[in-house]
């Protein structure tokens, strides 16, 4: 189990069979900190909470499913999630009504209804739209 406090935490992951990480108030980090993960956010609803920012620079290559409800339940104040990664890592969106934004300030931006997903410009993306 990981909680992050009051302020801006990281909490770093090696592995996805944890049962908790929260994140506390702030704008919180959760980290891949292993290459090869898949993160399924849709298997881990109520295992995470109160992150805004996935981290996947690694050693290697990481993938994170989502979908907008994912991102609506991953925190209570914002409902934007920032993904960071490498050119090696993917993020794959799990359903179709995704509205490309472009690229903007490092980042390609992704809306579906009150969802907004900023995935950095290298990291490859496969969300249906």
């Known amino acids: 189990m990981y909680h992050g406090g009051g302020g801006n935490d990281t909490i770093e992951i ?4 944890f049962q908790l990480a929260d994140g506390g108030a702030g704008t919180d980090t959760l980290k891949l900190d292993r290459s090869h993960l898949d993160l399924n956010l849709a298997d881990e609803r109520g295992h995470i909470s109160e992150i805004e920012v996935i981290d ?31 050119a090696e890592d993917h993020v794959n969106g799990l359903g179709s009504g995704w509205e490309d934004g472009g690229a903007h300030h490092g980042y390609h931006i992704f809306t579906n209804g009150e969802a907004t997903v900023l995935v950095g410009v290298q990291v490859a993306t496969d969300f249906a739209v």
Do not use: E, K
Not at 14 to 17: I, Q
């Open 14 to 17: 090696r592995d996805v069979n």
């Open 56 to 86: 996947m620079i690694g050693q290697g290559q990481n993938t994170l499913m989502l979908s907008a409800l994912d991102v609506l339940n991953l925190s209570t104040t914002s409902n934007t999630l920032i993904i960071n990664g490498t």
